[in-house]
Structures are given as structure tokens and as C-alpha cells.
């Protein structure tokens, strides 16, 4: 499948009816998420009849595109019944058979119950930046413990120099895929422009 066709069949993908500001609920833009799949897929091959988590994954759009590419099954983890409920909808309007969500707090996981279960993992994490700092840190490690192969995952920019710290402590390899611009949209009362731009890294993570 082409970039533009994933592109295309990921527009299709219903997002949040009513974005909870505290969970950091905002869609991947489908033209981000067919990219980062696509590079995940043909330049690391780790999407094909593999084991894949999507953590924090809302309304499904990253499971949605790894079950198109031919996941071997696609589990998708997030904390809000709102959110997966739309997810599950997704699934079905694309008649996916290889795709399952559970409802769970992805921070407060035991982390030997899914440890190296799957083979990659795939995330969107909430940026941690205001009342949940550290969050996506937290989401990182989990996804670690989780991955067998290796961890896909989008940081703020801003925070490469902390990110690299930690891999390093933790005996990872860390390597920036793309730089991105991503646009937040105004989803939220006090974004006052239509979106706003900020920078971001696509990373990927992997067991030295
Ligand atoms: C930035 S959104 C990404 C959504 C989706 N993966 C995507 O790419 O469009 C972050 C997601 O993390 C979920 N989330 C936030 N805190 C969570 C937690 N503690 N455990 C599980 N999911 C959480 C939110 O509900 C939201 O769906």
C-alpha cells in the first residue's frame, strides 16, 4: 500500500466527540500517523504479522493503520471508555479482525503481566507537559517493558536532551526518525489561535 492510500484510508477514522483536556486527547493527524507507520512498516519492518501495542491509543487511528498494513494482531490500551468506545467503532466500520482494545490506566500496568509480550509498540503519549508531568516518561518505560523489538513513540522537541538521559539510563538506543511539525488543533477553550504549531520527534526506541 502507497503513503497517500494509508493516508486516505486514515482520514476515515472517526476522532474525539468531546476532547478531555486532561488526557491530553488529540487525534494524530492522519497524514502524521500514515507517515510514521509507513516508515515504521517498510523501513524497520515491524509492523507485518507482528505483536503491536498502541498505548493511549483514543480513537484508534495508529491500531487502525497497523491492522491495515497487516499486523499479525494490534492491541490497543487507553484509560477512557469514551475514547475506546469510538475506537471499537472504528474497528468495526473497517471490519478489522485483527485489532482489540482493553480499558486501563497504561501507568498503572504491573509491569511483569505484559512484559516483552508484544514485539513493537506503537504511541501518541500524552506530552506530560502541564498538571500530568513525566506522563509520557512513564508511558515510555511501560512501552519498554512491553516491546520485544522495538518502541515507536512522539516527544516534544524540547525535551530530546531529558529523553536521551533516560535512554541512556536505561541501556536504550534512541534514534530521531523525523522532525515534525505538528499541529495541534484548537480543540481546547484556551487555545485562542485555530491550531498551533510545536515541534516534535518521531523516535524509535530499542534494547541496546
Ligand atoms: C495524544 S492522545 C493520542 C490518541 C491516539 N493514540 C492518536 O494517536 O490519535 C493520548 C491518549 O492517551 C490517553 N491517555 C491519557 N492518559 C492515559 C493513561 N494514564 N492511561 C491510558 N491512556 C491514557 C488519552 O485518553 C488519549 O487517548
Request: hydrophobic share 40%.
Amino acid at each position: 500500500m502507497k503513503r497517500k492510500e494509508l493516508e486516505s484510508c486514515l482520514q476515515q477514522v472517526d476522532v474525539f466527540e468531546k476532547p478531555k483536556l486532561l488526557l491530553e486527547q488529540y487525534p494524530t493527524r492522519p497524514h502524521i500517523a500514515a507517515c510514521m507507520l509507513y516508515t515504521i512498516h517498510n523501513s524497520f519492518d515491524d509492523i507485518e504479522d507482528k505483536l503491536v501495542a498502541d498505548l493511549g491509543c483514543g480513537c484508534g487511528v495508529l491500531s487502525v493503520g497497523a491492522a491495515v498494513l497487516g499486523a499479525g494482531l494490534c492491541v490497543g490500551f487507553d484509560i477512557d471508555e469514551d475514547a475506546l468506545e469510538i475506537c471499537s467503532r472504528n474497528i468495526e466500520e473497517f471490519d478489522l479482525k485483527n485489532t482489540d482494545t482493553i480499558q486501563c490506566d497504561v501507568c498503572a500496568l504491573v509491569p511483569e503481566r505484559f512484559s516483552n509480550k508484544f514485539d513493537t509498540v506503537i504511541m501518541n503519549p500524552p506530552f506530560g507537559t502541564k498538571h500530568n508531568k513525566g506522563m509520557d516518561m512513564q508511558f515510555l518505560k511501560m512501552a519498554l517493558s512491553m516491546s520485544q523489538t522495538a518502541v515507536y513513540s512522539l516527544h516534544k522537541s524540547s525535551t530530546r536532551e531529558h529523553i536521551q538521559k533516560k535512554a541512556d539510563d536505561w541501556n536504550v538506543k534512541m534514534e530521531v526518525i523525523a522532525e515534525l511539525k505538528y499541529d495541534l488543533p484548537a480543540s481546547y477553550k484556551f487555545h485562542k489561535k485555530t491550531s498551533v504549531d510545536i515541534e516534535v520527534d518521531f523516535i524509535r526506541f530499542c534494547l541496546k
